[in-house]
Protein backbone atom coordinates (compact mmCIF):
# COMPACT_ATOMS: atom_id res chain seq x y z
CA UNK A 1 0.00 0.00 0.00
CA UNK A 2 1.53 3.32 -1.16
CA UNK A 3 2.53 6.08 1.77
CA UNK A 4 -0.33 8.26 0.42
CA UNK A 5 -3.07 6.14 1.11
CA UNK A 6 -2.95 6.72 4.71
CA UNK A 7 -2.17 10.00 6.41
CA UNK A 8 -2.05 11.56 9.75
CA UNK A 9 -2.82 15.20 10.71
CA UNK A 10 -0.90 15.75 14.09
CA UNK A 11 0.69 17.96 16.50
CA UNK A 12 4.14 17.04 18.01
CA UNK A 13 3.18 17.73 21.41
CA UNK A 14 0.02 15.96 21.23
CA UNK A 15 -0.52 12.79 23.08
CA UNK A 16 -3.53 11.89 21.49
CA UNK A 17 -0.95 12.02 18.29
CA UNK A 18 1.09 9.77 19.55
CA UNK A 19 -1.39 7.08 20.04
CA UNK A 20 -2.28 7.13 16.37
CA UNK A 21 1.45 7.15 15.15
CA UNK A 22 2.06 4.37 17.68
CA UNK A 23 -0.80 2.14 16.63
CA UNK A 24 0.19 2.41 13.17
CA UNK A 25 4.10 1.76 13.70
CA UNK A 26 3.22 -1.29 15.88
CA UNK A 27 0.98 -2.41 12.58
CA UNK A 28 4.20 -1.08 10.34
CA UNK A 29 1.80 1.01 8.39
CA UNK A 30 3.78 3.54 6.33
CA UNK A 31 1.85 6.86 6.00
CA UNK A 32 2.36 10.38 5.31
CA UNK A 33 2.76 12.82 8.54
CA UNK A 34 1.23 16.74 8.50
CA UNK A 35 2.15 18.67 10.80
CA UNK A 36 -0.90 21.12 11.89
CA UNK A 37 -0.43 24.65 12.94
CA UNK A 38 -2.65 25.03 15.62
CA UNK A 39 -2.95 28.66 15.54
CA UNK A 40 -3.96 28.20 12.04
CA UNK A 41 -6.03 24.99 11.22
CA UNK A 42 -5.48 23.50 7.30
CA UNK A 43 -8.52 23.48 4.95
CA UNK A 44 -7.70 19.73 5.08
CA UNK A 45 -8.26 19.20 9.08
CA UNK A 46 -11.18 21.19 8.69
CA UNK A 47 -12.08 19.36 6.01
CA UNK A 48 -11.91 15.86 7.38
CA UNK A 49 -12.67 16.58 11.28
CA UNK A 50 -15.44 19.42 10.30
CA UNK A 51 -17.37 18.28 13.57
CA UNK A 52 -14.56 18.84 16.14
CA UNK A 53 -11.67 20.58 14.15
CA UNK A 54 -9.22 18.66 16.57
CA UNK A 55 -5.98 16.38 15.80
CA UNK A 56 -5.53 13.49 15.31
CA UNK A 57 -6.76 12.77 12.56
CA UNK A 58 -6.31 9.29 10.20
CA UNK A 59 -7.03 9.47 6.67
CA UNK A 60 -7.09 6.08 5.26
CA UNK A 61 -7.99 6.06 1.37
CA UNK A 62 -9.36 9.71 1.84
CA UNK A 63 -11.63 8.45 4.76
CA UNK A 64 -11.19 10.21 7.32
CA UNK A 65 -11.00 8.62 11.13
CA UNK A 66 -11.45 11.26 14.41
CA UNK A 67 -10.72 10.61 18.01
CA UNK A 68 -7.46 8.87 18.94
CA UNK A 69 -8.77 6.11 20.89
CA UNK A 70 -11.21 5.50 17.87
CA UNK A 71 -8.64 5.73 15.72
CA UNK A 72 -6.16 2.91 17.43
CA UNK A 73 -9.32 0.68 17.60
CA UNK A 74 -9.53 1.38 13.53
CA UNK A 75 -6.08 0.51 12.64
CA UNK A 76 -5.55 -2.58 14.57
CA UNK A 77 -9.01 -3.89 12.52
CA UNK A 78 -8.14 -2.44 9.67
CA UNK A 79 -4.74 -4.11 9.55
CA UNK A 80 -5.50 -7.08 11.85
CA UNK A 81 -3.77 -9.24 9.36
CA UNK A 82 -0.58 -7.20 9.94
CA UNK A 83 1.60 -7.18 13.39
CA UNK A 84 0.44 -8.32 16.77
CA UNK A 85 -3.30 -7.44 18.09
CA UNK A 86 -3.58 -4.09 19.86
CA UNK A 87 -6.76 -4.40 21.48
CA UNK A 88 -6.92 -7.14 23.95
CA UNK A 89 -8.64 -10.68 22.33
CA UNK A 90 -10.93 -11.69 25.42
CA UNK A 91 -14.60 -9.35 25.48
CA UNK A 92 -14.12 -8.97 29.42
CA UNK A 93 -10.23 -7.61 29.41
CA UNK A 94 -11.29 -5.67 25.93
CA UNK A 95 -14.06 -3.86 28.74
CA UNK A 96 -11.49 -3.38 31.11
CA UNK A 97 -8.86 -1.69 29.11
CA UNK A 98 -11.44 0.09 27.57
CA UNK A 99 -13.02 1.45 31.02
CA UNK A 100 -9.12 2.16 32.14
CA UNK A 101 -8.40 4.67 28.96
CA UNK A 102 -11.72 6.19 29.62
CA UNK A 103 -10.62 7.11 32.85
CA UNK A 104 -7.49 8.19 31.83
CA UNK A 105 -9.19 10.67 29.40
CA UNK A 106 -11.95 11.97 31.96
CA UNK A 107 -10.04 11.80 35.17
CA UNK A 108 -6.13 11.83 34.71
CA UNK A 109 -5.08 14.19 32.01
CA UNK A 110 -7.30 17.01 33.34
CA UNK A 111 -5.95 16.41 36.76
CA UNK A 112 -2.58 16.51 35.12
CA UNK A 113 -3.59 19.96 33.06
CA UNK A 114 -4.86 21.73 36.52
CA UNK A 115 -1.69 21.29 38.40
CA UNK A 116 -0.08 23.53 35.71
CA UNK A 117 -2.50 25.69 35.20
CA UNK A 118 -1.98 28.37 37.95
CA UNK A 119 -5.15 28.63 39.49
CA UNK A 120 -3.32 28.52 42.88
CA UNK A 121 -1.68 27.00 45.52
CA UNK A 122 -4.85 25.26 47.13
CA UNK A 123 -5.98 24.05 43.47
CA UNK A 124 -2.72 22.87 42.53
CA UNK A 125 -2.51 20.68 45.91
CA UNK A 126 -6.01 19.19 45.34
CA UNK A 127 -5.38 18.47 42.15
CA UNK A 128 -2.10 16.39 42.77
CA UNK A 129 -3.62 14.95 45.39
CA UNK A 130 -6.26 13.96 42.78
CA UNK A 131 -3.90 12.57 40.02
CA UNK A 132 -2.11 10.57 42.54
CA UNK A 133 -4.88 8.77 44.00
CA UNK A 134 -5.56 8.36 40.16
CA UNK A 135 -2.49 6.78 39.48
CA UNK A 136 -2.30 4.42 42.89
CA UNK A 137 -6.02 2.95 40.71
CA UNK A 138 -4.46 2.57 37.84
CA UNK A 139 -1.24 0.50 39.75
CA UNK A 140 -3.84 -1.65 40.95
CA UNK A 141 -5.20 -2.42 37.42
CA UNK A 142 -1.62 -2.43 36.24
CA UNK A 143 -0.90 -5.51 38.37
CA UNK A 144 -4.43 -6.97 37.51
CA UNK A 145 -3.66 -6.64 33.70
CA UNK A 146 -0.15 -7.43 33.40
CA UNK A 147 -0.41 -10.57 35.52
CA UNK A 148 3.11 -10.39 35.74
CA UNK A 149 4.41 -9.35 32.38
CA UNK A 150 5.84 -6.03 31.43
CA UNK A 151 2.36 -4.14 30.01
CA UNK A 152 -0.62 -3.86 30.10
CA UNK A 153 -1.59 -5.55 27.62
CA UNK A 154 1.02 -8.43 28.58
CA UNK A 155 4.15 -9.08 26.52
CA UNK A 156 3.59 -6.73 23.92
CA UNK A 157 2.49 -2.72 24.22
CA UNK A 158 -1.38 -2.96 23.82
CA UNK A 159 -4.44 -0.73 23.90
CA UNK A 160 -4.28 0.52 27.56
CA UNK A 161 -0.62 0.76 27.62
CA UNK A 162 -0.74 3.49 24.63
CA UNK A 163 -3.81 5.20 26.00
CA UNK A 164 -1.85 5.67 29.37
CA UNK A 165 1.49 5.54 27.87
CA UNK A 166 1.26 8.67 25.47
CA UNK A 167 0.38 11.15 28.41
CA UNK A 168 3.99 10.06 30.11
CA UNK A 169 5.93 13.04 28.20
CA UNK A 170 3.42 15.61 29.75
CA UNK A 171 3.54 13.93 33.24
CA UNK A 172 7.40 14.22 33.34
CA UNK A 173 6.83 18.02 32.46
CA UNK A 174 4.13 18.30 35.30
CA UNK A 175 6.57 16.85 37.38
CA UNK A 176 9.72 19.05 36.65
CA UNK A 177 7.89 22.28 36.09
CA UNK A 178 5.82 22.72 39.35
CA UNK A 179 8.75 20.28 41.32
CA UNK A 180 6.90 17.58 42.28
CA UNK A 181 6.88 13.62 42.07
CA UNK A 182 3.76 12.60 40.36
CA UNK A 183 4.84 8.77 39.42
CA UNK A 184 6.45 7.37 42.38
CA UNK A 185 8.65 4.54 43.07
CA UNK A 186 7.31 3.47 46.19
CA UNK A 187 3.52 4.80 45.73
CA UNK A 188 3.11 3.29 42.20
CA UNK A 189 6.47 0.76 41.37
CA UNK A 190 5.02 -1.32 38.72
CA UNK A 191 3.74 1.72 37.00
CA UNK A 192 7.26 3.17 37.74
CA UNK A 193 9.08 0.84 35.80
CA UNK A 194 6.38 0.10 33.01
CA UNK A 195 6.88 3.75 32.54
CA UNK A 196 10.56 3.36 30.99
CA UNK A 197 9.82 -0.28 29.55
CA UNK A 198 7.19 2.05 27.36
CA UNK A 199 9.32 5.28 26.37
CA UNK A 200 11.96 2.94 25.05
CA UNK A 201 9.57 0.61 23.40
CA UNK A 202 10.77 0.61 19.67
CA UNK A 203 6.61 1.34 18.72
CA UNK A 204 7.16 4.47 21.09
CA UNK A 205 10.51 6.14 21.28
CA UNK A 206 10.50 7.57 17.98
CA UNK A 207 7.06 9.69 18.53
CA UNK A 208 7.42 10.78 22.31
CA UNK A 209 8.62 13.97 22.34
CA UNK A 210 11.67 14.85 24.45
CA UNK A 211 10.87 15.97 28.17
CA UNK A 212 12.86 19.36 27.53
CA UNK A 213 11.47 20.10 23.94
CA UNK A 214 7.71 19.64 25.62
CA UNK A 215 8.92 21.66 28.70
CA UNK A 216 9.81 24.50 26.40
CA UNK A 217 6.64 24.36 24.53
CA UNK A 218 4.62 23.89 27.51
CA UNK A 219 5.81 27.89 28.92
CA UNK A 220 5.12 29.82 25.47
CA UNK A 221 1.35 27.91 26.09
CA UNK A 222 1.13 28.91 29.25
CA UNK A 223 2.10 32.02 28.25
CA UNK A 224 -0.42 32.27 25.27
CA UNK A 225 -3.32 31.26 27.70
CA UNK A 226 -2.43 33.78 30.30
CA UNK A 227 -2.79 36.48 27.64
CA UNK A 228 -5.99 34.84 26.52
CA UNK A 229 -4.67 33.99 23.05
CA UNK A 230 -5.38 30.31 23.36
CA UNK A 231 -8.31 28.23 24.67
CA UNK B 1 -23.68 -23.71 32.44
CA UNK B 2 -26.15 -20.87 32.05
CA UNK B 3 -24.78 -17.22 31.88
CA UNK B 4 -25.91 -14.96 35.04
CA UNK B 5 -26.23 -11.71 33.72
CA UNK B 6 -27.46 -8.49 36.36
CA UNK B 7 -28.25 -5.52 35.58
CA UNK B 8 -27.77 -2.57 38.36
CA UNK B 9 -29.67 0.46 37.17
CA UNK B 10 -32.10 3.04 37.61
CA UNK B 11 -35.49 3.70 35.92
CA UNK B 12 -35.09 7.13 34.09
CA UNK B 13 -31.03 6.65 33.73
CA UNK B 14 -30.64 7.27 29.64
CA UNK B 15 -27.60 5.49 30.26
CA UNK B 16 -29.11 2.52 31.55
CA UNK B 17 -31.82 2.13 29.07
CA UNK B 18 -29.19 1.99 26.27
CA UNK B 19 -27.73 -1.88 27.73
CA UNK B 20 -31.77 -2.51 28.44
CA UNK B 21 -32.19 -2.23 24.90
CA UNK B 22 -28.73 -3.99 24.28
CA UNK B 23 -29.77 -6.85 26.44
CA UNK B 24 -33.33 -6.63 24.63
CA UNK B 25 -31.78 -7.09 21.41
CA UNK B 26 -29.53 -9.89 21.92
CA UNK B 27 -32.42 -11.74 23.69
CA UNK B 28 -30.57 -11.77 27.13
CA UNK B 29 -32.52 -12.75 30.38
CA UNK B 30 -30.94 -11.17 33.07
CA UNK B 31 -31.39 -10.00 36.48
CA UNK B 32 -32.93 -6.13 36.92
CA UNK B 33 -31.52 -4.76 40.37
CA UNK B 34 -32.92 -1.18 40.51
CA UNK B 35 -30.63 1.10 42.38
CA UNK B 36 -31.17 3.98 44.94
CA UNK B 37 -29.01 6.72 43.42
CA UNK B 38 -29.15 8.86 46.56
CA UNK B 39 -28.79 5.87 49.05
CA UNK B 40 -25.90 3.91 47.10
CA UNK B 41 -26.28 -0.46 47.75
CA UNK B 42 -23.13 -2.23 49.11
CA UNK B 43 -23.26 -4.33 45.67
CA UNK B 44 -23.21 -1.01 43.57
CA UNK B 45 -20.29 0.42 45.43
CA UNK B 46 -18.15 -3.17 45.20
CA UNK B 47 -19.11 -3.44 42.08
CA UNK B 48 -18.13 -0.13 40.41
CA UNK B 49 -15.90 1.24 43.13
CA UNK B 50 -13.97 3.69 40.79
CA UNK B 51 -17.19 5.85 39.78
CA UNK B 52 -20.19 4.64 42.21
CA UNK B 53 -22.31 4.83 38.84
CA UNK B 54 -25.13 2.80 37.10
CA UNK B 55 -25.30 0.98 34.82
CA UNK B 56 -23.42 -1.79 35.75
CA UNK B 57 -23.74 -5.01 34.19
CA UNK B 58 -22.51 -8.17 35.81
CA UNK B 59 -21.53 -11.29 34.10
CA UNK B 60 -20.60 -14.37 35.72
CA UNK B 61 -20.06 -12.52 38.98
CA UNK B 62 -17.68 -9.79 37.14
CA UNK B 63 -18.62 -6.35 36.40
CA UNK B 64 -18.73 -3.99 33.41
CA UNK B 65 -19.07 -0.35 33.87
CA UNK B 66 -20.01 2.21 31.57
CA UNK B 67 -23.06 2.68 28.68
CA UNK B 68 -21.05 2.44 25.91
CA UNK B 69 -18.38 0.13 26.58
CA UNK B 70 -20.89 -2.88 28.23
CA UNK B 71 -23.20 -2.46 25.08
CA UNK B 72 -19.65 -3.18 23.27
CA UNK B 73 -18.72 -6.16 25.31
CA UNK B 74 -22.79 -7.29 25.05
CA UNK B 75 -22.28 -6.86 21.03
CA UNK B 76 -18.89 -9.00 21.49
CA UNK B 77 -19.81 -11.92 23.67
CA UNK B 78 -23.69 -12.56 22.26
CA UNK B 79 -21.84 -12.06 18.61
CA UNK B 80 -24.13 -14.59 16.72
CA UNK B 81 -27.63 -12.70 16.94
CA UNK B 82 -28.58 -9.01 16.21
CA UNK B 83 -25.15 -7.16 16.00
CA UNK B 84 -25.39 -3.88 17.16
CA UNK B 85 -21.92 -2.69 15.14
CA UNK B 86 -21.16 -2.85 11.60
CA UNK B 87 -18.75 -5.43 10.67
CA UNK B 88 -16.57 -2.97 8.40
CA UNK B 89 -14.02 -1.17 10.12
CA UNK B 90 -14.39 2.15 8.85
CA UNK B 91 -18.06 2.17 9.59
CA UNK B 92 -17.18 0.60 13.05
CA UNK B 93 -14.85 3.78 13.49
CA UNK B 94 -17.90 6.28 12.19
CA UNK B 95 -20.84 4.53 14.50
CA UNK B 96 -17.51 4.54 17.50
CA UNK B 97 -17.54 8.13 16.60
CA UNK B 98 -21.11 9.48 16.90
CA UNK B 99 -21.94 7.33 20.31
CA UNK B 100 -18.86 9.35 21.47
CA UNK B 101 -20.40 12.73 19.80
CA UNK B 102 -23.22 11.74 21.65
CA UNK B 103 -21.55 10.92 25.57
CA UNK B 104 -19.55 14.48 25.29
CA UNK B 105 -22.51 16.88 23.50
CA UNK B 106 -25.62 15.44 24.74
CA UNK B 107 -25.68 15.15 28.55
CA UNK B 108 -24.32 18.29 30.02
CA UNK B 109 -26.56 20.74 27.36
CA UNK B 110 -29.86 18.61 27.42
CA UNK B 111 -29.52 18.83 31.50
CA UNK B 112 -29.11 22.94 31.43
CA UNK B 113 -31.84 22.86 29.84
CA UNK B 114 -33.89 21.87 33.03
CA UNK B 115 -31.38 22.51 35.62
CA UNK B 116 -30.68 25.91 35.06
CA UNK B 117 -32.48 29.41 34.25
CA UNK B 118 -32.36 32.56 32.39
CA UNK B 119 -29.41 33.37 30.17
CA UNK B 120 -27.76 29.96 30.81
CA UNK B 121 -30.69 28.31 30.04
CA UNK B 122 -31.31 30.03 26.97
CA UNK B 123 -27.88 28.98 25.81
CA UNK B 124 -28.17 25.69 26.50
CA UNK B 125 -31.26 25.52 24.63
CA UNK B 126 -29.56 26.87 21.27
CA UNK B 127 -26.79 24.51 22.14
CA UNK B 128 -28.68 21.11 22.56
CA UNK B 129 -30.56 22.23 19.37
CA UNK B 130 -27.92 22.82 17.33
CA UNK B 131 -26.71 19.05 18.53
CA UNK B 132 -30.09 17.84 17.25
CA UNK B 133 -28.97 19.39 13.76
CA UNK B 134 -25.88 18.21 13.60
CA UNK B 135 -26.87 14.54 14.67
CA UNK B 136 -30.03 15.53 11.98
CA UNK B 137 -27.04 16.13 9.67
CA UNK B 138 -25.48 13.11 10.02
CA UNK B 139 -28.86 10.86 9.69
CA UNK B 140 -29.64 12.43 6.71
CA UNK B 141 -32.05 10.00 4.93
CA UNK B 142 -31.11 6.93 6.16
CA UNK B 143 -33.62 5.42 8.33
CA UNK B 144 -31.31 5.08 10.86
CA UNK B 145 -28.05 5.80 12.06
CA UNK B 146 -27.08 2.40 11.81
CA UNK B 147 -28.17 2.47 7.83
CA UNK B 148 -31.29 -0.07 6.86
CA UNK B 149 -30.99 -1.13 10.26
CA UNK B 150 -31.32 0.17 13.83
CA UNK B 151 -28.01 0.13 15.16
CA UNK B 152 -25.45 1.16 17.46
CA UNK B 153 -25.52 5.05 17.31
CA UNK B 154 -29.22 5.01 17.54
CA UNK B 155 -29.65 2.59 20.61
CA UNK B 156 -26.85 5.01 22.06
CA UNK B 157 -29.27 8.32 21.52
CA UNK B 158 -32.92 6.95 21.75
CA UNK B 159 -32.53 6.73 25.72
CA UNK B 160 -32.90 10.22 25.56
CA UNK B 161 -36.22 10.45 23.78
CA UNK B 162 -37.73 10.04 27.44
CA UNK B 163 -36.49 13.22 28.76
CA UNK B 164 -37.02 15.41 25.92
CA UNK B 165 -41.10 16.01 27.19
CA UNK B 166 -39.08 17.92 29.96
CA UNK B 167 -36.53 19.45 28.55
CA UNK B 168 -39.03 20.96 26.16
CA UNK B 169 -41.80 21.98 29.17
CA UNK B 170 -38.65 23.20 31.94
CA UNK B 171 -36.89 24.51 28.51
CA UNK B 172 -40.23 26.05 26.84
CA UNK B 173 -39.29 24.55 23.43
CA UNK B 174 -40.30 22.23 20.96
CA UNK B 175 -38.45 19.24 19.29
CA UNK B 176 -40.70 18.43 16.77
CA UNK B 177 -40.69 21.95 15.33
CA UNK B 178 -36.67 22.82 15.33
CA UNK B 179 -36.21 19.62 14.01
CA UNK B 180 -38.90 17.39 12.78
CA UNK B 181 -36.79 14.88 10.86
CA UNK B 182 -35.07 14.03 14.42
CA UNK B 183 -38.73 13.03 15.53
CA UNK B 184 -39.48 10.97 12.05
CA UNK B 185 -36.42 8.71 12.87
CA UNK B 186 -37.70 8.43 16.99
CA UNK B 187 -41.10 7.50 15.52
CA UNK B 188 -39.14 4.82 13.55
CA UNK B 189 -37.35 3.29 16.37
CA UNK B 190 -40.10 3.31 18.62
CA UNK B 191 -41.65 1.12 16.23
CA UNK B 192 -39.03 -1.64 17.45
CA UNK B 193 -40.40 -3.46 20.38
CA UNK B 194 -36.95 -3.47 22.47
CA UNK B 195 -36.72 0.13 22.17
CA UNK B 196 -40.71 1.18 23.07
CA UNK B 197 -40.57 -1.34 26.08
CA UNK B 198 -37.06 -0.13 27.84
CA UNK B 199 -38.10 3.31 27.37
CA UNK B 200 -39.86 4.27 30.62
CA UNK B 201 -43.02 7.14 30.49
CA UNK B 202 -42.31 10.65 29.85
CA UNK B 203 -44.62 11.49 32.12
CA UNK B 204 -43.04 9.85 35.12
CA UNK B 205 -39.51 11.14 34.16
CA UNK B 206 -40.75 14.37 33.76
CA UNK B 207 -42.06 14.18 37.55
CA UNK B 208 -38.75 13.05 38.43
CA UNK B 209 -37.25 15.67 37.23
CA UNK B 210 -39.68 18.24 39.26
CA UNK B 211 -38.74 16.95 42.54
CA UNK B 212 -34.22 16.94 40.88
CA UNK B 213 -35.08 20.73 40.04
CA UNK B 214 -36.37 21.45 43.55
CA UNK B 215 -33.64 19.32 45.44
CA UNK B 216 -30.96 21.38 43.07
CA UNK B 217 -33.33 24.31 43.85
CA UNK B 218 -33.21 26.14 40.31
CA UNK B 219 -36.25 28.69 40.95
Known amino acids: MAKSDVKVLGAWPSPFVMR????????????????????????????????????????????????????????????????????????YDRAVARFWAAYVDEKLFPALKSIGSGDGAEAKKAAIEQLIE?????????????????????????FLDIAFGCYLGWVRVTEKMNEVKLLDEVKTPGLFKWAERFCADAAVKDVMPETDKLAEFAKVLAKLRASGKWN | MADEVILLDFWASMFGIRVRIALAEKGIKYEYKEQDLFNKSPLLLQMN?????????????????????????????WKDKAPLLPYDPYQRAQARFWADFIDKKMYDT??????????????????????????????????FFGGDNFGYVDLCLIPYYCWFYSYETFGKFSVEAECPKFIAWVTRCLQRETVAKALPDEKKVFEFVSVLREKIRVE
Open chain 1, 134 to 158: GLVLLEDAFVKCSKGKPFFGGSQIG
Open chain 2, 110 to 143: SRKTWATKGEEQEAAKKEFIEVLKTLGGELGDKP
Open chain 2, 49 to 77: PVHKKIPVLIHNGKSVCESSIIVQYIDEV
Open chain 1, 20 to 91: ARIALKIKSVEYEYLEENLGSKSELLLKSNPVHKKIPVLIHNDKPVCESLIIVEYVDEAWSSSGPSIIPSDP
